[in-house]
C-alpha cells in the first residue's frame, strides 16, 4: 500500500508559527507520527512538503505515474484559491482526503471556502496534527484496507 501525504506553504514552520492555531510540535513531530503509522499500518507513506504551488502540482501529478494508492493533502492557504491545485488533484483517480489542523470553520470567513475540497472524497479540519492519521485511516477506509469508519467532513 503507497499512500502520499502532501503539504502546501508553511507547513514546515510547524511549531514555529502561530503556535496559539497550529500548537507547538514542529514538521519534524510531524513526520514522526506519519511514521509510526505507517509502520502501524503496513503502509509505505511518503511525506512531501512544498511552498510552490507548481511543485504541489508535478507531486499529484507524479502520483499517477508512481501508482500512489492514496493521497493525504494539506494545500495550507492554496485550499482557498488554487483551481490548478483542484484540476491537478480531479486529474488523478485515487482516494484524496483533504486535512486541516485548525477548524477552519471557526477562523476568518475566508477559510471557509476550499476550492480544493471539491476535488477530494473528505476533508478533515480542527483535529490538530491526530487529522492526518484521521485523514490517512481515511484514504485506507475508501481502498477498503483497515481503515477506521469517519463521516465524510469532520
Not at 510540535?25 to 512531501?48: P, Q, R, T, W
Not at 476568518?108 to 476550499?114: L, T
Not at 491526530?130 to 485523514?135: F, I, V
Request: charged share 25%; aromatic share 8%.
Amino acid at each position: 500500500m503507497k499512500l502520499l501525504v502532501i503539504n502546501g506553504p508553511n507547513l514546515n514552520f510547524l511549531g514555529i508559527r502561530e503556535k496559539n492555531v497550529y500548537g507547538t510540535k514542529n514538521y519534524e513531530d510531524l513526520i514522526h507520527m506519519i511514521g509510526e503509522k505507517a509502520d502501524a499500518c503496513g503502509c509505505e507513506i511518503e511525506v512531501f512538503q512544498s511552498n510552490h504551488e507548481g511543485a504541489i502540482i508535478d507531486r499529484i501529478q507524479d502520483a499517477y505515474f508512481d501508482k500512489t494508492e492514496g493521497l493525504v493533502i494539506n494545500p495550507g492557504a492554496y485550499t482557498h484559491y488554487s483551481y490548478a491545485i483542484h484540476d491537478a488533484l480531479a486529474s488523478i483517480n485515487i482516494p484524496k482526503v483533504e486535512i486541516h489542523i485548525s477548524d477552519i470553520m471557526n477562523r476568518e470567513d475566508f477559510r471557509k471556502v476550499s476550492v480544493t475540497a471539491p476535488a477530494c472524497d473528505r476533508q478533515i479540519y480542527g483535529q490538530g496534527l491526530e487529522g492526518y492519521l484521521l485523514a490517512i485511516d481515511g484514504c485506507l477506509e475508501l481502498l477498503g484496507k483497515d481503515g477506521k469508519s469517519m463521516p465524510e467532513s469532520m
